[in-house]
């Protein structure tokens, strides 16, 4: 069965830096689009960055711009959220996502705390 695992969550502080690591496995994953979604409590479940399938073209949501990188391995089935000069407001639980026309699956995500 497809199973997303995502990790690399933890306590950081304000400023500091984080990278996230989702592995993929029992899909095609070079075929599959990839999302980093995040969910802080009390709030609704929102997209952070996205990557496609094929090409480089990635997308951010604009408070993260400039501060949050994705990028996929296919290789290794892996995508990456590289996180920098994070922000109390950062505080959530970082979901992975992969996509491919109607199908979707999702990681359980992992806990990233930004605070001192």
């Known amino acids: 069965q497809v199973q997303l695992v995502e990790s690399g969550g933890g306590l950081v502080q304000p400023g500091g830096s984080l990278t996230l690591s989702c592995a993929a496995s029992?899909?095609?994953?070079?075929?599959?689009?990839m999302g980093w979604w995040r969910q802080a409590p009390g709030k609704a479940r929102e997209s952070v960055a996205f990557i496609p399938s094929r090409d480089s073209t990635t997308n951010y949501r604009d408070s993260v711009k400039g501060r949050f990188t994705i990028s996929r391995d296919n290789s290794k089935n892996t995508v990456y959220l590289q996180m920098s000069d994070l922000k109390a407001e950062d505080t959530a639980v970082y979901y992975c996502k992969a996509s491919s026309g109607f199908l979707e699956y999702w990681g359980q995500g992992t806990q990233v705390t930004v605070s001192s």
């Open positions: 029992g899909l095609t994953f070079s075929t599959y689009a």
